[in-house]
Nanobody
Framework: DVDLVVSGGGSVQAGGSLRLSCAAS????????AAWFRQVPGKEREGVAL???????TYAESVKGRFTISKDNAKHTTYLQMHNLKPEDTAVYYC???????????????WGQGTQVTVSS
């Protein structure tokens, strides 16, 4: 199995920034799609951003212009840089990976642990 380890997360004030990292156990991140999701209680897990093996990027409309997904192939790591955070961004954030591109649907095979992001008004 592919091990995905998430770091980052925390509490910030509205308008602040935060960067999440997701490191893979080997070089599969060079060949896999990498995606970020978030979930709040009582809601379905929501796709936030995706970068596929062709470096094509997709964002949810709610984060477009504020969040940036990127990857460092040498470090086997994907990042989610979040700017101008809003209270509605508060959620548990997850990273996911798969050889298949599922877009922003939560169908990926490998998942990291969740990390809490809290944005205060």
């Amino acid at each position: 199995d592919v091990d995905l380890v998430v770091s980052g997360g925390g509490s910030v004030q509205a308008g602040g920034s935060l960067r999440l990292s997701c490191a893979a156990s080997d070089d599969v991140s060079n060949r896999y799609c990498a995606a970020w999701f978030r979930q709040v209680p009582g809601k379905e897990r929501e796709g936030v951003a995706l970068i596929n093996v062709d470096d094509e990027i997709t964002y949810a409309e709610s984060v477009k212009g504020r969040f940036t997904i990127s990857k460092d192939n040498a470090k086997h790591t994907t990042y989610l840089q979040m700017h101008n955070l809003k209270p509605e961004d508060t959620a548990v954030y997850y990273c996911a990976a798969d050889v298949f591109d599922y877009g922003l649907s939560a169908l990926y095979k490998f998942w990291g642990q969740g990390t809490q992001v809290t944005v205060s008004s």
